[in-house]
């Protein structure tokens, strides 16, 4: 069978961005506009409803899930003041989603957050295929290894109004850390920006790259984005692929489940 060169190409790419920056912007991706169009809308209008409204979405206290509404506008972190509102639910697959985390208010918030996951799900899938390939593996490899059909979808709101001291906050534009400099990242209209995190790069055995990244507020206007976080279930262990790793090329990461590597994470102990 004859490889289309564009499909090559394609794959090369990925995996080329993958592996120097960790981090890169998808278009063509195939969600169409309207249906981040209707995303943003709901999110926007959910976040500029009354604090008490808000509030009703509130994570529950003590829950060991970080699931619900909270907010971080005068939280003080590492000197500076955290500035961000925030939102975190589950949007697949169903057995993990509860409904009284998202929003009845706007209507449509439900049925905006279900198409885009539908499609959101079909690109992550694209994406598996060719960060596989990038790795000369099988097309289905990386996906079948973190469990892809149970894979958790957590979405994330982050809602930073403007911010009068830009300087005394944490928030919004995005900033990539790079050979000893943080770097700017030129947000492209309607792209999806694809970040690896850490278990592909342990999975890749360190060929992919996991960044470090932060963000940045603005004084003048309200910025708002949508991350979506895939994970694994929780008791499956992770660890280099057994065809990534050889005589000259050992493991240079431990097998961990991912609960305890989310446990150490949390918790600032080295992995």
């Given at each position: 069978m004859a490889i289309d060169p564009d499909e090559a190409n394609l794959t090369r790419l990925i995996a080329e961005a993958s592996m120097e920056?960790?981090?890169?912007?998808?278009?063509n991706h195939g969600i169409p506009s309207h249906v981040i169009t209707s995303l943003q809308k709901v999110g926007r209008e959910f976040f500029e409803l009354s604090q008490e409204e808000k509030e009703l979405y509130?994570?529950?206290p003590d829950s060991k899930?970080?699931?619900g509404?909270?907010?971080?506008?005068?939280?003080?972190?590492?000197?500076?003041k955290a500035w961000v509102d925030h939102l975190f639910h589950n949007v697949w697959p169903p057995s993990a989603i509860n409904y009284h985390f998202w929003?009845?208010?706007?209507?449509?918030?439900?049925d905006a957050n279900e198409e885009y996951t539908k499609c959101l799900r079909g690109v992550a899938d694209k994406l598996f295929s060719r960060l596989s390939l990038g790795l000369g593996l099988d097309e289905d490899e990386l996906k079948k290894s973190v469990d892809g059909d149970e894979l958790t979808y957590l979405l994330k709101i982050n809602y930073y109004p403007p911010c009068p001291r830009p300087d005394l906050a944490l928030g919004v534009d995005l900033q990539v850390f790079r050979d000893d400099h943080w770097f700017d990242v030129k947000y492209i209209p309607?792209?999806?920006v694809i970040h690896i995190g850490d278990q592909l790069e342990i999975l890749s055995n360190g060929k992919y790259k996991s960044i470090l990244h932060r963000t940045t507020v603005n004084k003048e206007m309200t910025r708002m984005s949508w991350?979506?976080?895939?994970?694994?279930?929780?008791?499956?262990?992770?660890?280099?692929?057994?065809?990534?790793?050889n005589e000259e090329n050992p493991p240079k990461y431990k097998e961990k489940k991912y609960c305890d590597y989310v446990y150490c994470k949390l918790n600032k102990i080295p992995q």
């Open positions: 920056w960790g981090i890169f912007q998808i278009v509130a994570k529950l899930s970080i699931e509404y909270g907010t971080k506008l005068q939280k003080e972190v590492e000197g500076k929003p009845k208010n706007p209507p449509s918030y439900r309607n792209a999806l991350p979506v976080f895939l994970e694994p279930p929780p008791e499956l262990a992770i660890g280099p692929l057994s065809r990534l790793i």
